[in-house]
Each structure stands twice: as C-alpha cells, then as structure tokens.
C-alpha cells in the first residue's frame, strides 16, 4: 500500500512538472496534477488486482476526462489543462519504446505485439476521453443544465408553454 501512494505521489509530481513544462497557467499547476495522480492511481490498481493494461488505461483515462470536466467547470478553465495532464499516466511511452527497440533487434514478432497493444491502449483512451466528453455535452446541452455543482432541470420557454 506504502509503494501505491508514492507512486501516486510520483505521478502528481510528474504532471505538475509537465503543466510547468508546457507553460500552463500557475493557477492549475496543482490541478493538474491531482488529476494526473488520480487518474495514476487508478491505473495502478487496475494493473494490481491483475486486470489487462488497456483495460486499465482506459479506466484511468476515463476518471482522468471525469476529473478534468469536474475541474474545469469548478474552476472555469478549459478542460485541457488538466486532461492532458491526466492522460500523462496512461500514455503507454514504454510499449512505443519497446517497438523501436524490438525493430532495431530485428525481432518482428515482440515488435507486433508492443505495436499492437500500443495502439489498443491509444485507441482505449481516445474512447474513454470522447465518451467522458460526450457525456458532458448531453448533460449541458440536454433538459439539465449545471446550477453551481448541482445539475437542476431547465425551464421551458415562454413561446413552448403557449403552444
């Protein structure tokens, strides 16, 4: 449990070193990266009750695009500030990493197997952050709209009521 929260606490460091990095505004350095710690944790025990990595990238993509949404309209900022941040975790650098290396040893077989499982996580976290996403926009743009951090039902229009 010990070596989760300090993995944890190594992802918050990294996406809040990242957000400095890529010059987001001082403001949500630290949002970000308790989303990008979140969504890290939630990969890291996905990976540790044995649940496949794609699966596990696209649960932490998932909590990354809810927490980003929560954050940005908490904050009134965009939501990618804190997503690209949040997603940091998931993105899977050591599988492209190994298909180079694999590529260079002249080991077809383990470079199809890191090429084909680094596209399966990329496509599990466009799916996961497009359906956070879509989500969102059915809740504003639907019969609810968000009154603080309550979602309350809209009223109707004056010109509906009369027909």
Not at 55 to 80: D, E, N, Q
Request: proline share 2%; hydrophobic share 50%; charged share 15%.
């Amino acid at each position: 449990m010990i070596t989760i929260g300090i993995k944890t606490f190594g992802f918050f460091l990294a996406v809040f070193s990242f957000s400095m990095l890529i010059n987001s505004p001082k403001k949500y350095l630290i949002w970000a990266g308790i989303s990008g710690a979140a969504a890290g944790f939630i990969y890291i025990i996905c990976v540790e009750t044995g649940w496949n990595v794609v699966i596990a990238s696209f649960w932490s993509a998932m909590a990354a695009g809810l927490i980003s949404h929560v954050f940005a309209r908490i904050l009134k900022a965009p939501v990618t500030i804190f997503l690209i941040g949040g997603i940091l975790p998931t993105v899977p650098g050591n599988g492209i990493y190994q298909i180079m290396n694999y590529i260079l040893q002249n080991d077809r077989s383990m470079a199809s197997f890191y090429l084909t499982q680094t596209i399966e996580i990329a496509g599990a976290i466009a799916l996961a952050i497009f359906l956070m996403d879509t989500v969102f926009k059915m809740v504003r743009r639907g019969e609810w709209k968000q009154d603080s951090l309550r979602y309350v039902q809209k009223e109707k229009r004056k010109d509906e009521n009369n027909t």
